[in-house]
């Protein structure tokens, strides 16, 4: 499976930015779906993660600005992101995984500019 995210690019604070992760094929509906992101110098983290009950799971930094939604027919996650602020730039790296299986897509970076 490959993952191609798109949606990324240059963002002035305050700007909401929606990312797609969309498969090459079609998903089970027990995968679990995530983004994560990189920032320079920094390890790569957990931003947001739906998992296959529908439950969902965000970072303290982005609680109650991002949101990670679903659709498997489209085999496709967003993460729609609100009032970005410079720590937010980053390359976001969407993350499909079931049983054996973990597929990460190639990242997009998102730059927000003060």
């Known amino acids: 499976v490959q993952l191609q995210a798109s949606g990324g690019g240059l963002v002035h604070t305050g700007g909401s930015p929606r990312l797609s992760c969309t498969a090459s094929?079609?998903?089970?509906?027990?995968?679990?779906m995530g983004w994560y992101r990189q920032a320079p110098g920094k390890q790569r983290e957990l931003v947001a993660r739906?998992?296959?009950?529908?439950?969902?799971n965000y970072a303290d930094s982005v609680k109650n600005r991002f949101t990670i939604s679903r659709d498997y027919e489209k085999s496709i996650v967003y993460l729609q992101m609100n009032s970005l602020t410079p720590a937010d730039t980053a390359v976001y790296y969407c993350n499909i995984a079931w049983g054996l299986n973990d597929y990460w897509g190639q990242g997009t970076l998102v730059t927000v500019s003060s």
């Open positions: 739906i998992y296959w009950t529908g439950g969902t």
């Open positions: 094929r079609s998903i089970p509906k027990v995968a679990d």
